[in-house]
């Protein structure tokens, strides 16, 4: 089934700590984002990917990192968490050139 | 800078009458447009894509350049279209996607 992964669903930290957010699709595509979804904001983009080892600045990449040394894998990386990024955050991919977005099922992050 | 505009955050309608979710977008080049659903904090599902021209669930979207619109219509709304909608716009040679804010979709029985 085609699909993207992220994990985990749900995680609580405590400020500055790290961590980091996985996402894995199958689908063979070479673009992948990450948004974070908060009330009366919508989605905001974080960072996308338009390849390996091809990465940028979305609207909002304070404070967030990725990387994508593999084309399925594009891992989101909180160097030092703070209560500002409590929010719910997505991955997404799909095909260069455009097309609809395949979502992953959210991680509901907490930052203490 | 491109940007997405939904004016309403919360729409509330009666079962069976119809919908028009507004979006307006702001772009200097050739958009691509597109409605994403989201049930109950689910992932975001594509609904519409302004150039496939289809219609979904009886939802329907015409892109209206001189208007710079992008209104999501159906003629009678059901209780299960009770979700989060999001226009979104693809620009910046396929690499930047825009959303709005959100409009929150509300049918009551």
């Known amino acids: 089934e085609a699909q993207v992964t992220q994990n985990p669903r749900y995680l609580i930290t405590v400020t500055g700590k790290k961590l980091t957010v996985t996402c894995s699709q199958n689908?063979?595509?070479?673009?992948m984002s990450w948004y974070r979804q908060d009330p009366g904001l919508g989605l905001r983009q974080i960072y996308y990917?338009?390849?390996?080892?091809?990465?940028d600045k979305g609207d909002v990449p304070e404070g967030y990192k990725v990387s994508r040394k593999e084309k399925r894998n594009f891992p989101l990386i909180l160097e030092s968490p703070s209560p500002n990024q409590t929010s719910l955050y997505f991955c997404?991919?799909?095909?260069?050139?455009?097309?609809?977005?395949?979502f992953g099922s959210g991680t509901q992050l907490s930052v203490l | 800078a491109q940007r997405v505009t939904q004016p309403e955050k919360l729409l509330s309608v009666f079962k069976g009458a119809p919908v028009e979710l507004k979006c307006n977008y702001s772009?200097?080049?050739?958009?691509?447009l597109f409605w994403y659903v989201q049930y109950s904090r689910q992932r975001l599902q594509l609904l519409l894509r302004?150039?496939s021209r289809e219609s979904i669930k009886g939802f329907t979207a015409d892109l209206n350049k001189g208007e710079t619109s992008f209104h999501l219509k159906k003629p009678f709304a059901q209780e299960e279209d009770s979700a989060m909608y999001y226009c979104?716009?693809?620009?910046?040679?396929?690499?930047?996607?825009?959303f709005g804010t959100g409009t929150k979709l509300q049918v009551i029985p």
């Open positions: 689908m063979n595509h070479e673009y």
């Open positions: 979104a716009l693809l620009s910046g040679g396929y690499q930047k996607v825009t």
């Open positions: 990917s338009m390849n390996v080892e091809v990465t």
């Open positions: 302004h150039i």
């Open positions: 997404a991919s799909r095909r260069t050139g455009g097309g609809k977005l395949f």
């Open positions: 772009y200097s080049g050739s958009p691509e």
